[in-house]
């Protein structure tokens, strides 16, 4: 199987899953709602936010030994792989019991966390224990799932994830409807948890089944320095990434309310939706990505990753300008106008969400190429802005103050720093191409965003308005960036790609047909 038929079978299964998913979802959150109400909503968003910041235990193993694993995996070394994956199995066996523990040493100090404990919501800390126990308990499985990752075969651990979930989805919905008891929806949570690592982990083992040996060669000190320099640089980017993308919600809680974490938690619902997609996605380049990094020259790696770049540019171009015109219509025929942020609110979601995803690409790259060390200091800055920009502006401008503090520690630190020790240490390119390519990128999309809202305009309120608008927001930016970028290069690759793709489905359809 080629990268590109290799991306595609994990990007088809991908979309198919985080759809189906996505739409059961929001019918659970619609039940979630009606049954509960928003304080429980926002104290969901809260301990997810709070059980976030615990996985800095995880310490970037991950990233490490998977960027480890590409090469054995490609070479089919099967006795490196097994020594990795030992490694990997200690590693999180670690990882999960100090998740547990100090999740539960947090227990006691959850007032600290909210401005007004709500008197409506009863078992408090035993509500946050169960969340603890459900965060906790992947570790111990899903370290597998790393090696489906490096093979390419990521799809697998899509369909057992949508699976399960589906079938957890229709027994919240109806445990809310008969119970009306948070308890009982966690239970079903958690035990979904289970039930989704430990058929990973079998599936893993059936199809790996050299994992199983007990001869397992140690690793090679050169090995051990490796992976031991990448995890220590990883530590701070996991610690940044948590002060940055899992705080929004303790900020919120703790210098506003209870209830606008419950409000906030709807967009990001929406956001986290389409992000597991788009990581999906991006899982599936990225192993492709490792394959090529290990296999190919240096001026292939760089039309890689300007393909990656366009093509990034006008997927999260569409889906910026489809959430600043879509996200209240769709909350408010959802959930309710109640539930609603002004429009500036929104603004500043999606701008985050825009130049989050655009840095992508970029962090993609770094990581096959295993460049974690060299910019290992850049997210305690990052962090550091973010906490405090965001924690001064709360306090004055509320839940703008929060969103404005993470936009600006993303364009102060990794907007650039990200971007320079990709071209300047892996690369080996003139940086200055990229920024134009990202300035014209960012100048079509605004555009094609006015045009769109121009549009939106006359579209009437309900239902049918919100169709009307989706209709607009489906075309008009699409047909405005292929006006504008039919005649790149990376257009021509990428259409060149989808045709052969497509060509490839269609006999494989004629083929089933006349079988």
């Not at 839940?399 to 404005?404: A, I, R, S, T």
Request: with cysteine; glycine share 6%; proline share 3%.
């Amino acid at each position: 199987m080629s990268r590109i038929d290799a991306v595609a079978k994990n990007v088809k299964f991908a979309a198919c899953c985080q759809i189906s998913l996505m739409a059961a979802n929001f019918i659970v959150r619609k039940a979630f709602v009606a049954a509960l109400g928003e304080e429980y909503l926002g104290l969901s968003g809260l301990f997810a936010d709070i059980l976030s910041m615990l996985s800095l235990a995880e310490l970037g193993f991950g990233a490490s030994i998977i960027f480890s694993l590409y090469k054995p995996v490609a070479q089919g070394n099967v006795e490196k792989v097994k020594s990795l994956m030992e490694l990997y199995r200690r590693a999180y066996m670690l990882v999960g019991t100090a998740v547990i523990c100090g999740g539960l040493a947090l227990t006691p100090y959850l007032d600290f966390f909210i401005k007004e404990m709500p008197a409506s919501i009863r078992h408090i800390e035993w509500i946050y224990v169960m969340n603890v126990v459900n965060s906790g308990a992947s570790y111990f499985f899903i370290y597998k799932a790393s090696l489906l990752f490096a093979d390419q075969k990521k799809y697998v651990e899509m369909i057992i994830n949508a699976a399960v979930k589906l079938s957890a989805s229709v027994l919240q919905v109806a445990a809310l409807f008969a119970t009306k008891n948070y308890f009982v929806y966690l239970g079903i949570m958690v035990g979904a948890t289970f039930a989704q690592n430990l058929m990973i982990s079998a599936q893993v083992d059936k199809r790996y089944p050299y994992l199983k040996e007990k001869n397992i060669k140690p690793l090679e000190e050169e090995d051990k320095a490796v992976i031991r320099r990448n995890v220590g640089a990883m530590v701070f980017h996991k610690l940044g990434d948590v002060a940055v993308f899992g705080t929004d919600s303790v900020i919120t809680a703790k210098f506003i309310s209870l209830s606008a974490v419950g409000l906030y938690s709807n967009y990001m619902l929406i956001r986290k939706a389409l992000l597991n997609m788009i990581f999906l996605a991006f899982n599936g380049i990225t192993s492709s990505l490792g394959n090529l990094n290990a296999c190919e020259s240096g001026e292939r790696k760089i039309r890689a990753f300007y393909q990656i770049h366009f093509f990034s540019a006008w997927l999260f171009g569409c889906i910026s300008i489809c959430l600043l015109h879509l996200y209240n219509p769709f909350i408010a025929l959802w959930l309710g106008e109640e539930y609603l942020f002004p429009f500036p609110i929104v603004l500043l979601i999606v701008l985050n969400f825009y130049v989050y995803c655009m840095r992508m690409p970029v962090n993609s790259m770094k990581e096959v190429m295993g460049l974690f060390w060299n910019d290992r200091y850049k997210p305690l800055l990052e962090a550091g802005v973010n906490l405090a920009v965001s924690v001064i502006l709360a306090k004055r401008m509320g839940m703008g103050g929060v969103l404005l503090g993470t936009l600006a520690s993303t364009i102060a630190v990794p907007f650039w720093v990200e971007p320079f020790v990709l071209f300047r240490s892996g690369l080996k390119e003139d940086l200055r191409q990229y920024f134009k390519r990202y300035a014209w990128y960012l100048a079509v999309t605004l555009s094609a965003s006015i045009v769109t809202g121009l549009l939106c305009r006359f579209s009437s309120p309900g239902f049918l308005g919100f169709l009307w608008k989706m209709v607009l927001c489906a075309f008009v930016p699409n047909i405005i960036y292929l006006l504008v970028y039919r005649h790149t290069e990376e257009y021509q690759y990428l259409k060149d790609a989808a045709i052969r793709l497509l060509g490839k489905a269609l006999n494989r359809i004629g083929g089933k047909r006349k079988g």
